[in-house]
C-alpha cells in the first residue's frame, strides 16, 4: 500500500476519535455517536432548496413538481419553517413556461454547466444533489425529505470519514440570518443581517467568507401547463435577485446589515402580484464547495449554503408580535371604491396598501392603492409611523364589481400583517370587520430586530407616509 493511503487511513482514524479527546470526554461502551464540537445555544439550520421544474417538462409534471410541492405545503407555512424553497421554472421539454426568466435559466447551468436538465433538486447550494443531468437518484417526495432531513442535521457533523482533510479545513459554519422586507408601492426595500457565530472547523477558521443572496419568489401563481393542458398553481417561483452573490467576510461574534430595493418586473407574462411576494436570504460559504452526504453533492464546485432565512422564520425566531385590522368598512361612490380601516400596533403603523382587482382570487393583474393614514403622531427625533392607526384607500372598482383585496400593512418595526378579503361587493355602507389577529397561514411577518432599519431607509428616501423631524 501506497505511504499516501496510510496517511489518509491514520488521518481519518485521528479525525473520528478527536473530538472526544479534545473535549476531554469520555465515550461510553456501547455504540454511541462521536462526540460533537460546541454547538451556539438554541441554534437551528433551515436547509434551502433550489428546484429547477418546468411546466412543459413531462418528467417534471409526472411526479417530482408535484410530490416538490406537496412537501412545501405541508410544513411551508408553519412559522417555524424547516427548511425554506425556491422553484425555478424552466423551458426544458415542450419549451414553454410563462414563469422562465433569463436568470432562472442561468441558476439552473450554474448547478449544471454545459449541460443542464429538470427535474433537478440543489439542497444546501449542492451539498445533497437529486436529478439533474448526472445524478442517478431522482427527485421524489421521499427522497426529499430524506434529504432535508439530513441537510437540518450537517452541523452536527464533525468529521467526513471520506473526506478527513475536508473535514478538518472546513467545518460547518454557524450563522444567524433574517431579513425584512417592506413594500413601497413600486417594489420592495429588503433588509438582511448575517451574525457569524464561529465554526466546528477543528483548526479554527478565522473569517466567513461568505456570499449573501436574496432570492424573490411570489408564492400561489397560477399558469397554464403545456404538458397537463391546464392551468397549473405553484409555490414559491423565482422571480428575481434583490441581492446577488453579495461577498462578504465576517469574523466570529461580527454582524453585517445588507440593504436593497427591489423593484417589480415589468413585462412578464404571468405579473407579478405584490401581496404573495417573499424574500428568501441564504448565505454560502465560498470556501466549502466540496461537503456533500455520502456521494450525493454536486461535482460543479459550487458553495454550499450554511444558513437560510424568511421574513416569516425571521419573525419566529424574534417572537415578534404582528399589526392587526379591527375593522375595514367598503363604500362605493361616484364611480370609485373607498376602503377604511382600522389598524392596531404597540409600534404604530408606518405604511399600508390595497392589492386589489375585480376579477378573480387568483387573477393575473393587480393593482395598488396606498392608505391615506391617520392618527396621533409619535414622539422622537424621527417620526415615521402613526399611533391609534385608521386609513381611507380609493380604488378604481363600480359598486357592481366583486372586489378581491389583500391589505398590506406594516408596523414601526417593518413587521407586516396580511388580511385577504375576496368576492365583495362594494356597496354603500356594507360595514365587514376583521377581529384580533390575523390568521398565522396568511402572514408575512418581519424580524423587529432589523425591520426597523427598512423602517428609517424608506423614511430616509421620502416613501413612508409620514416622515419627518420632530422639532422640540
Known amino acids: 500500500m501506497k505511504r499516501t493511503a496510510w496517511i489518509s487511513i491514520g488521518l481519518a482514524l485521528l479525525f473520528i476519535s478527536a473530538p472526544a479527546m479534545a473535549l476531554g470526554l469520555n465515550r461510553p461502551s456501547g455504540d454511541v455517536a462521536p462526540a460533537q464540537l460546541p454547538v451556539p445555544a438554541g441554534y437551528v439550520h433551515r436547509p434551502v432548496i433550489e428546484f429547477f421544474t418546468g411546466l412543459s417538462c413531462p418528467s417534471c409534471m409526472g411526479g417530482p413538481h408535484p410530490d416538490m410541492e406537496k412537501l412545501w405545503t405541508e410544513s411551508g407555512y408553519d412559522p417555524a419553517q424547516q427548511f425554506t424553497y425556491i422553484a425555478f421554472h424552466e423551458l426544458n421539454g415542450g419549451g414553454v413556461d410563462d414563469l422562465n426568466n433569463q436568470d432562472s435559466t442561468d441558476r439552473m447551468r450554474y448547478y449544471q454547466p454545459g449541460r443542464s436538465g429538470t427535474p433537478d433538486a440543489e439542497f444546501d447550494g449542492g451539498y445533497i444533489e437529486l436529478g439533474g443531468v448526472a445524478n442517478t437518484e431522482s427527485v421524489d417526495y421521499n427522497s426529499a425529505k430524506t434529504a432535508v432531513q439530513t441537510c437540518q442535521d450537517r452541523y452536527q457533523t464533525t468529521i467526513d470519514p471520506l473526506h478527513p482533510l475536508q473535514s478538518l479545513r472546513n467545518g460547518f459554519k454557524f450563522v444567524k440570518l433574517e431579513v425584512s422586507q417592506m413594500f413601497t408601492g413600486e417594489g420592495f426595500a429588503v433588509m438582511a443581517r448575517a451574525t457569524y457565530l464561529g465554526t466546528s472547523a477543528f483548526v479554527e477558521t478565522k473569517s466567513l467568507n461568505g456570499q449573501l443572496y436574496v ?42 446589515d445588507f440593504v436593497a430595493d427591489w423593484a417589480l418586473p415589468a413585462g412578464e407574462k404571468v405579473p407579478v402580484k405584490p401581496a404573495d411576494v417573499n424574500a428568501i436570504a441564504v448565505v454560502y460559504d465560498a470556501d466549502d464547495t466540496a461537503s456533500e452526504n455520502n456521494n450525493q453533492g454536486n461535482r460543479a464546485g459550487v458553495p454550499r449554503a450554511v444558513q437560510s432565512a424568511t421574513p416569516l422564520s425571521t419573525a419566529y425566531d424574534n417572537q415578534n408580535d404582528i399589526p392587526t385590522v379591527s375593522a375595514v368598512k367598503i363604500t362605493a ?24 382587482n375585480t376579477k378573480a ?74 377581529k384580533g389577529g390575523i390568521p398565522a397561514e396568511a402572514l408575512a411577518v418581519l424580524g423587529a430586530c432589523i425591520a426597523a432599519g427598512v423602517v428609517f431607509y424608506l423614511w430616509k428616501k421620502g416613501k413612508l407616509p409620514i416622515g419627518k423631524a420632530q422639532t422640540s
Do not use: P
Open 333 to 356: 361612490a361616484g364611480g370609485k371604491t373607498r376602503i377604511s380601516a382600522t389598524f392596531d400596533d404597540a409600534n404604530g403603523i408606518a405604511t399600508a396598501f390595497a392589492v386589489y
Open 361 to 434: 382570487a387568483n387573477a393575473t393583474n393587480w393593482s395598488v392603492a396606498q392608505f391615506n393614514l391617520t392618527g396621533t403622531e409619535c414622539e422622537g427625533d424621527i417620526c415615521s409611523v402613526y399611533e391609534n392607526a385608521t386609513g381611507t384607500a380609493v380604488i378604481d372598482a363600480s359598486r357592481e364589481d366583486r372586489l378581491f383585496v389583500t391589505l398590506l400593512l406594516y408596523d414601526g418595526n417593518g413587521t407586516q400583517g396580511k388580511l385577504e378579503l375576496n368576492n365583495m361587493t362594494a356597496s354603500f355602507g356594507q360595514v365587514h370587520v376583521a
Open 215 to 256: 432570492f424573490m419568489v411570489e408564492d400561489n401563481v397560477t399558469a397554464f401547463s403545456k404538458t397537463n393542458g391546464k392551468d397549473e398553481l405553484s409555490h414559491n417561483v423565482f422571480r428575481g435577485y434583490a441581492i446577488k452573490a453579495q461577498a462578504f467576510t465576517l469574523k466570529s461574534g461580527e454582524s453585517r
